[in-house]
Nanobody, 126 residues
Framework: VQVVESGGGLVQPGGSLRLSCAAS????????TTWFRQAPGKEREAVLC????????VYADSVRGRFTISRDKEKNTVYLQMNSLKPEDTAVYYC????????????????????WGQGTQVTVSS
């Protein structure tokens, strides 16, 4: 499966963005998808995951209550809705797709995901 992210950009603190992870080559319904982010000088961290069966898991406590993940079957796309953005959310955001052992599993481990997008830059600044 190939994935392409889009939707990043420059936004003021408190604003919103919706990132898209569009897939081709296979149906995202059969995979888990995790959004990761990497800020300059920091390690890549998992943000949110949606499992094959549709359940989600928040990995980054700092985004709890502000970010949500969803999947559109018809568009074969996973979205990351980001609200109440903060400067510390500034990073390159990546979507990663992988086939996990169980359909209700999520993962924050980079090694579990074989398909990655090129990333989309999100900058939160006034």
């Amino acid at each position: 499966v190939q994935v392409v992210e889009s939707g990043g950009g420059l936004v003021q603190p408190g604003g919103s963005l919706r990132l898209s992870c569009a897939a081709s080559g296979s149906n995202l319904d059969y995979y888990a998808t995790t959004w990761f982010r990497q800020a300059p000088g920091k390690e890549r961290e998992a943000v949110l995951c949606i499992a094959e069966h549709g359940g989600s898991h928040v990995y980054a406590d700092s985004v709890r209550g502000r970010f949500t993940i969803s999947r559109d079957k018809e568009k074969n796309t996973v979205y990351l809705q980001m609200n109440s953005l903060k400067p510390e959310d500034t990073a390159v955001y990546y979507c990663a797709v992988g086939k996990l052992r169980q359909p209700n599993y999520c993962s924050s481990a980079v090694r579990d995901f074989g398909s990655w997008g090129q990333g989309t830059q999100v900058t939160v600044s006034s």
